[in-house]
């Protein structure tokens, strides 16, 4: 038995053979053009098909895994735009009359170094990305398909240099236990996407002999791979597994503060870490994203019950279209900054009839379980009354229909923005409960794009200013006798979680991948 240490990615035991992926690394090989203007017009050509590929690949990743996590993918589409990259590979077809795929993988070495010798570990993990999106623009240029890790059987550990955000998205993960790699850490893109997936990941693991086929163990919390572990081993690490896994799930007696699940899709609901948390955060845009057509009530009806009927409580959060879809509704004109557009309650308010079909069918629905409405991206008092007035016609007009629904159906406010923090004193006396959009309330506090590369390493969600607006917000809403919960990073970070329960939180909702982490840390802190 080889035992080999390196840093531990994401968390979770795997034992099962390994497979190593060995990737045709490309070498610049200098190829001149012939024709300038033809290399030109290829390169436009293949940035349009990689822009298509990618925000496929965006659309796999949001049904999959989140939204938030898709963010990678349009990342990639970004680099692929940028005006520097783009105007390096132009430069080089240009100046060194090489073709295209050349000046790709010249451009492509040169900013890799350029981040790599950046001081900062997230802007140096971007290097990773970097030779991603290149590698599609090369591939397309070759009239290739990229080839992914493919997995011969059951239980396989997967073992390389590196592996992409694109293959690990793309490739057949229903037969892969764990990642191996020599490359990457916990701030690379690719382990985000493991931690999502919930797949063990360990990297700085250099493959030192022939190991294809052979039995081996990962123990992802520690950076441990045993090479042939023996029967000793292979107990420990069981135990070890069922040992976490029995202290996650163990809670206080008499624990008050809840731990809720974000839910995406009504098929997430048989998540087992979304049956151990307290409740849920339905997030319903998704709905409308799938579909060209407005989901009918029917169709809502349906989602929402399946959701109610298997998880304890939930919070069902109302129409939050992203842009892509705004057009396709509602012929919006195109927007310069769409965060801060017509969106939410605004376009909910703006079409009352569209958002009223959706109280209609969340109010049906409220029969099957637990269910709470909450209201996005409220900045007014105006707003909630326009909205509990639309919520009272649905109710009135279900009655009139003899349709059985939840009277008394708590209505509930995102607090995300500085304007609704700081009225939330006057927001708590018209609703029943608070959730606080962490990554919001820090994006609109700190006026930064959160999705905005540039500002990385400057965008902080716990600046003092953001925890402030935390605070005054649970406050105004305990004067007032109501609860208040948070979602978004902060509420995942376990040295903030202490401090946010000293603030009042009385709920946290997170990823499902989270949920037992939290609930743990929270059960050490109350």
Known sequence: MNIWKGNAVCGGIAIGTACVYRRSEDVVEKKYAENKDAEREK?????????????????????????????????????????????????????????????????????????????????????????????????????KKRLLPVAAKENTILFSSSISPSETMQMDKSKISAFVTEYGSSASHTAILAKSLGIPAVSGIKIRENIDGKRVAIDGYSGIVY??????????????????????????????????????????????????????????????????????EDYQFDAYRKVLESAKEVAIRTLD???????????????????????????????????????????????????R????????EEEVLTAKKLLDEAKNELRAEKTDFDENIPLGVVIETPASAIISDELAKLCDFFVIDGNNLAQFVLAMDRKNLALSELFDKTHKAVMKMIEITAKNAHKNGIKVGICGDVASEPDKIPELLKMGIDEFAVKPRNVLKVKKTVCENE
Do not use: W
Not at 373 to 380: A, N, Q
């Open 373 to 380: 409405i909450l209201l996005p991206m409220v900045v007014s």
């Open 43 to 143: 390169y436009a050509m293949v940035k349009t098909l990689a822009i298509d590929e990618l925000d496929k690949l965006f659309k796999k990743a949001k049904d999959e895994i989140g939204e938030e996590e898709a963010q990678i993918f349009s990342i990639h589409k970004m680099m692929v735009e940028d005006e520097y990259y783009n105007e390096s590979v132009l430069n080089i077809i240009e100046k060194q009359k090489m073709n295209a795929e050349t000046a790709v993988l010249m451009t492509s070495s040169n900013f890799e170094k350029l981040f790599r010798n950046i001081d900062n570990a997230y802007m140096r993990e971007r290097a990773g990305d970097i030779r991603d999106v290149s590698d599609r623009i090369v591939a397309l240029l070759r009239g």
């Open 321 to 371: 279209i992203n842009s892509e879809k705004k057009g396709t509704f509602f012929g919006i004109f195109r927007e310069e900054n769409a965060v801060m557009g017509m969106r939410s309650i605004r376009l909910c308010l703006k079409y009352p009839q569209i958002f009223k079909t959706q109280l209609r069918a969340v109010l049906k629905a409220s029969v099957c379980g637990k269910a």
């Open 227 to 296: 090479i042939e572990p023996d029967a000793a081993v292979i107990e420990n690490l069981n135990k070890k597994a069922k040992e976490i896994k029995h202290s996650d799930k163990k809670m206080k007696k008499g624990q008050k503060t809840r731990v809720l699940a974000t839910i995406s899709a009504p098929e997430e609901v048989k998540n087992e870490t979304i049956c151990e948390s307290d409740g849920g955060i339905f997030e319903s845009e998704n709905l409308f994203c799938k579909s060209d057509t407005f989901p009918s």
